[in-house]
């Protein structure tokens, strides 16, 4: 089992940046790739960006070159840098991991979600 707890969202201006967090823990070796997914008010939930084993860094077109995901194995944690922040990012933010059970078989876990706000 993976528990996952984000942190770090809030209200912030146009142009303005904020780091959300995901804290592991649980069966965190059997973790394969780990995400961001946000969800907008109104809207489904969309993948913005994740992060492999292989530590490869994968973005959604709208946060490409804004964003950036990391992945900091000593502290368990998994980060969110969101710099240049739009009012089209305003929406509720979650932490995603997917791990192995048996070979051939995977399990999405979730965490709570962080309310992101960007606005004047």
């Known amino acids: 089992q993976v528990q996952l707890v984000e942190s770090g969202g809030g209200l912030v201006q146009p142009g303005g940046s904020l780091r959300l967090s995901c804290a592991v823990s649980?069966?965190?070796?059997?973790?394969?790739?780990m995400g961001w997914y946000r969800q907008a008010p109104g809207k489904q939930r969309e993948l913005v960006a994740y992060i492999p084993d292989d530590g490869t860094t994968n973005y959604a077109e709208a946060v490409l070159g804004r964003f950036t995901i990391s992945r900091d194995n000593a502290k368990n944690t998994m980060y969110l840098q969101m710099d240049s922040l739009k009012p089209e990012d305003t929406a509720v933010y979650y932490c995603?991991?997917?791990?192995?059970?048996?070979?051939?078989?995977?399990?999405?876990?979730w965490g709570q979600g962080t309310q992101v706000t960007v606005s004047s």
């Open positions: 649980g069966s965190i070796s059997s973790i394969r790739s």
């Open positions: 995603n991991a997917v791990s192995r059970i048996v070979d051939g078989a995977f399990n999405a876990y």
